[in-house]
Every structure is written in C-alpha cells, then in structure tokens.
C-alpha cells in the first residue's frame, strides 16, 4: 500500500531538524518503551486516548507531518474527534482536559529539549500521576520523538519526490537518515540491552544551566 501524506499536512521546510547521532540515542530508548505501552494497552492503566494526546503534542512540537498523518488515523480509529485531532496538532489547548493537563506540558516540554527534559519537570509528574503511570508517559513520548526523527526525513523525502524538497534539506541527509536508520537499528537494540543489564533506567534528562 503506497503511504501518502494529504497536502493539508505536507510542509515545505523543517519545524525541526535532528542528527543521526539523536536519532541513535532515541533508538536506544525505544525497545524498553514500546514493551511499556505494549504491558500499558492491556492493562490500561493510561487511557490509550490519553496516550495518543501525548504523542499528537509531541508531533505538533516537532513538525512530522508523517507522524501526524499516522497519528491522526489512530485517533480517528479510537473515535477522538477531527476537531479535537486538529487542536493538538495546531498546539491548541482547547480540548486539554484538566486531569492530562501537566502529563501534555511535560510531553510537550520533552519535545522542546529533544529528548532531555529537565529532571524536575519528570519528578512533577511522578509526584502527579504515581510511578508506573509516570514511566507509562514517558515512555509515550519517548516512542513519539523516535518516530518523529526518522519520520521528518520520511516526510522531506517525499516531498522531494513531488518535486518540492524542503529548505534546508539534502537527499543524503534523508536518505542518510532513512537508510542509516533503519541499519543501525539492531546496534542500537543491543545497546538497550546492555543498559537493561548493568541496572541503567530508561530516562535521560538535561542539564541544568548554571
């Protein structure tokens, strides 16, 4: 099945642009978050609609316009409203219930430091949601921003081919990103083990500027 983007969601230029070396680091923490999400969906212990907010918040950060074109049919399929989709993907806080409000800043919060929230800001929603809620979160978004880093060269690649390549963008990154990402993908799943084995958490966090 070919995947097409509509034009309503296509861009002609990056909201934001990653490297190879932060789409590796993001690789390494994928494994441990998508077992997370997998154990999540059948306990339910995060609404699966709440999760899908979190990753449209982290998308609308980023600018992936073919995470947003996935993103937008699974919530349609969960049975989120057009205008709801619409409002997290156009950063609006209008459909942000008071109970998810923290876990959306936080999300997108980890979006707009690339993957390196600052460590209070995790503690904050711990302290909110309780620990096994909080690493289901985490691990949303983190999920999220790896599917946004090989999904935005996806996105300039196609466009590329409909004779619109973003400003600012080469073929050789993109298909640097898209070939080297999914290469690198087996080195990067024996790093999240070794993490898992020598007791590393599956968190990352900023440092904070003196």
């Avoid at 600018?63 to 049975?79: D, E, K, N």
């Avoid at 909080?134 to 996806?154: C, D, E, T, Y």
Wanted: aromatic share 10%.
């Amino acid at each position: 099945m070919k995947f097409e983007i509509p034009e309503s969601l296509m861009r002609t230029e990056y909201k934001r642009k990653f490297s190879f070396s932060e789409l590796y680091l993001a690789y390494v923490y994928l494994p441990r978050a998508i077992i997370k999400l997998r154990n999540n969906k059948k306990s339910q212990l995060v609404d699966l609609h709440f999760i899908e907010r979190l990753q449209l918040a982290v998308t609308e950060v980023n600018g992936c316009a073919a995470c947003s074109y996935a993103h937008t049919t699974m919530a349609l399929r969960q049975g989120m409203s057009n205008e709801e989709i619409s409002s997290f993907l156009g950063g609006s806080d209008q459909h942000i219930k008071p109970e998810e409000a923290k876990a959306i800043m936080f999300a997108q919060h980890f979006a707009d430091t690339r993957g390196y929230p600052q460590k209070d800001t995790y503690e904050a929603i711990i302290q909110e949601y309780g620990p096994q809620k909080a690493r289901i979160i985490l691990s949303a978004v983190q999920m999220m921003i790896a599917g946004n880093m090989f999904g935005i060269p996806f996105s300039a690649f196609l466009s590329r081919r409909k004779g619109k390549p973003f400003k600012e963008s080469s073929l050789g990154y993109e298909l640097g990103m898209l070939i080297g990402g999914i290469l690198v993908l087996p080195l990067a799943m024996i790093h999240t083990l070794l993490r898992w084995i020598i007791g590393l958490p599956n968190t990352r966090f900023g440092k904070r500027a003196a």
